[in-house]
Each structure stands twice: as structure tokens, then as C-alpha cells.
């Protein structure tokens, strides 16, 4: 099983975030990195991040790959995809209308 956070140019763009940017250059990051110690820092701003939970990807060869299912979300999903197919009157919370 697989547990990893992505991030494009995370550090880079994480020091310029974070609550004393002085504090934290590129340079400082590495180094707390380094330590591999938990340590709580705080944001300036609120940052938008997506979770992406897979139980079956295609590996880069073509090769479908499945997983075991430890948060037991596959049956809710299974039975929304088998489920009747209804178009929305309002637009999902959160979305603009097009």
C-alpha cells in the first residue's frame, strides 16, 4: 500500500507561504526536511488541496493494477456507478453554474 502526497515545486512554493517566510527559504526547508521530524508550521492563507484515493490504477505500461480497499469506500461507489443515472437540477455545492 501506497501513501504519498504529491506537490508540483512544493518547497519552493511552500516558503512563501507559510506564517514567516524570512524564516523559511528554500535552504531552511531542506534542512527540516532532512530531520524527518513531524513539525507544525501555519499557512498565511488557506491552500486548496485535492485527496485522491485509489483501489485500482493502470501502471505506466498498460498493466491494471488493483488494491485492497482499507478505507472501504469501493461499495459506495459501486453502487452509485449501478445505480440509476439522474442529471442535476442545481449544480454541485461549491461549483460555478456553466
Not at 512544493?10 to 514567516?20: M, S, T
Not at 480497499?69 to 459506495?76: A, E, G
Request: proline fraction near 4%; glycine fraction near 6%; hydrophobic fraction near 40%.
Amino acid at each position: 500500500m501506497v501513501h504519498s502526497i504529491r506537490f508540483s515545486s512544493f518547497r519552493e512554493d511552500l516558503g512563501k507561504g507559510l506564517d514567516d517566510p524570512d524564516k523559511w527559504s528554500l535552504e531552511s526547508l531542506n534542512k527540516a526536511v532532512a530531520t524527518n521530524k513531524t513539525r507544525s508550521v501555519f499557512l498565511l492563507k488557506k491552500v486548496p488541496v485535492l485527496l485522491l484515493y485509489l483501489t485500482a490504477y493502470v501502471e505506466v505500461g498498460g498493466q491494471m493494477v488493483f488494491t485492497k480497499d482499507v478505507y472501504n469506500r469501493d461499495p459506495t461507489l459501486l453502487k452509485a456507478l449501478n445505480g440509476r443515472f439522474v442529471f442535476r437540477k442545481l449544480p454541485v455545492a461549491g461549483r460555478k453554474k456553466l
